[in-house]
């Protein structure tokens, strides 16, 4: 009896392994699409997306930063009133913020350095307190020999009349004051003052307690500080040391916290 022949049916087709191949090697290709075009993005369209995600109203007042496939779509429904938001007007989106005008302070600060130029003509203490305008404001230079005894920080009795009318000025306008102490480089070491620093921090302290006695001021206006010989006008020498021993009284902006200054 002849054996009967088993009949296997070719098939034309791939392995079955080359369907998980094929796979594998698709979703390789679209992780580096994916990479590829993640590190194509454009940054001006990316941080204005960002920005608007921050402020919810400026999808409201604002264009989209980003195209839109039909824009005529939008535009009729914004004039037709169907995308409104719960504010009634877009004049509630006005900027306010602190000190954000800069031409306000520098009319101040101006303001401020006329006053005090009057006052010093007024009075004829321009020969001995000499007045600038800085960036922190205005700043009051009183040369050591009309205040001071050498190596002392005692008021002397002929600088106390321009004290007082400084004080008097401190009454008529509300701004912050500090008053620095400064000193030659010759050094100096005594049971007082062991060094420049604490010189010039007690000249800086005597100055302004006595404003603060003499005057009724606020004292929480007032701030101090020495500066010893680390801040010269000019280089220190035999026949510049007079002009580095000083006092300098710094009006400073109303807006400025004393704690801001250096």
Do not use: C
């Not at 979703?27 to 941080?47: E, G, T």
């Amino acid at each position: 009896m002849k054996r009967r022949e088993i009949r296997r049916n070719k098939s034309g087709g791939a392995p079955k392994w080359m369907v998980t191949y094929s796979d594998m090697i698709t979703l390789i290709l679209v992780f580096f699409i994916l990479l590829f075009s993640m590190s194509q993005i454009d940054h001006a369209k990316f941080d204005a997306i960002s920005e608007s995600f921050q402020n919810r109203m400026i999808f409201d007042f604002y264009p989209s930063p980003v195209p839109i496939e039909n824009p005529t779509e939008s535009t009729d429904h914004m004039e037709s009133g169907e995308m409104t938001n719960e504010f009634d007007t877009p004049t509630q989106m006005d900027d306010i913020t602190d000190n954000d005008n800069p031409e306000e302070e520098e009319d101040s600060l101006t303001d401020l350095v006329h006053n005090v130029e009057n006052y010093l003509d007024e009075y004829e203490l321009n020969n001995v307190i000499s007045a600038s305008r800085t960036e922190r404001g205005v700043v009051l230079v009183l040369q050591e020999s009309i205040l001071f005894d050498s190596g002392e920080a005692e008021i002397l009795d002929e600088g106390k009349p321009f004290l007082d009318r400084i004080g008097i000025l401190f009454q008529d306008i509300p701004n912050n004051v500090k008053v620095e102490g400064h000193t030659d480089a010759r050094p100096i070491s005594n049971f007082r003052y062991p060094s420049n620093w604490e010189l010039s921090g007690a000249r800086a302290s005597s100055v302004v307690r006595y404003l603060i006695n003499e005057n009724e001021l606020d004292i929480a206006r007032f701030s101090t500080v020495g500066y010893a010989d680390t801040r010269p006008v000019v280089p220190n020498s035999p026949e510049s040391w007079s002009q580095n021993r000083r006092v300098e009284i710094v009006i400073l902006e109303t807006a400025i916290e004393k704690g801001a200054e250096n």
